[in-house]
């Protein structure tokens, strides 16, 4: 495969909270050199332990509208109460360099790259094993945030709605055993790298191997 180069695609990962997108998330990245991820906007409030330019860019909300304003926003939704959107530019320099970019965002961010490159688009929906693993997901992680019972139903509504745009993606992982989960995330890029339209200079490549016969 060396001897092509291949056009860099654009790999989303939706879920609603709680059902495993970040590890699995992480362990792609770790898994594969030319994969990077996109840093996304948002002006919710930074959580204990996040990184500023590592998890999230955190702006103010004048921020985000000059970004939306300046055309520097590849998508952008409001999700929670909050916005979130996805820079342009080091999406756009990291496919040019050959590289594959890993998206973490809702459905309707997806819904709006899948207008702008349909083609260049994998989607990748993970659901929970079941309502009770869920729920028992975003209880625990609500220790750490010591959030009301209030949130936590109010969380678990948004994932029932999140839930339900399942049929607009390609693939979808029901992450039951975390590490089966990783593996077939990574058999959905390995597979996705090798589709036909997506090898640039594969005509030359045919007709070389024949022109010696
Ligand atoms: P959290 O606040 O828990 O990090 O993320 C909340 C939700 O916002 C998640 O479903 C996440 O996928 C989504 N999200 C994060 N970044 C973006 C983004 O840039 N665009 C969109 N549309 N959704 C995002």
Do not use: C
């Not at 770790?30 to 332990?49: C, E, F, M, P, V």
């Not at 949130?151 to 948004?158: C, E, L, P």
């Amino acid at each position: 495969m060396s001897m092509l180069k291949r056009r860099g695609l654009m790999y989303v990962l939706s879920s609603p909270s709680g059902a495993g997108k970040t590890t699995i998330t992480r362990a792609l990245l770790k898994n594969n050199q030319d994969l990077t991820a996109s840093i996304s906007a948002t002006t919710r409030q930074r959580r204990a332990g996040e990184v500023h330019g590592q998890d999230y860019f955190f702006v103010d909300t004048n921020k985000f509208r000059e970004m939306v304003d300046n055309r520097e926003m590849l998508e952008h939704a409001k999700v929670f109460d909050n916005y979130y959107g996805t820079p342009k530019g080091p999406v756009e320099e990291a496919l040019s360099n050959g590289k594959d970019v890993i998206f973490d965002i809702d459905w309707q961010g997806t819904q709006q790259l899948f207008e702008l490159a349909a083609e260049d688009l994998v989607r990748v929906f993970i659901l929970p094993p079941s309502r009770m693993a869920l729920e028992k997901r975003l209880r625990d992680r609500s220790k750490d945030t010591l959030e009301t019972e209030e949130q936590i139903r109010g969380r678990m509504s948004k994932a029932a709605d999140e839930m339900s745009h399942y049929t607009e993606y390609d693939y979808v992982i029901i992450n039951e055993d975390i590490d089966k989960a990783i593996t077939q995330a990574q058999l959905i890029l390995d597979s996705e790298r090798l589709k036909r339209r997506r090898l640039a200079g594969l005509s030359e490549f045919v007709r070389g191997l024949k022109d010696g016969l």
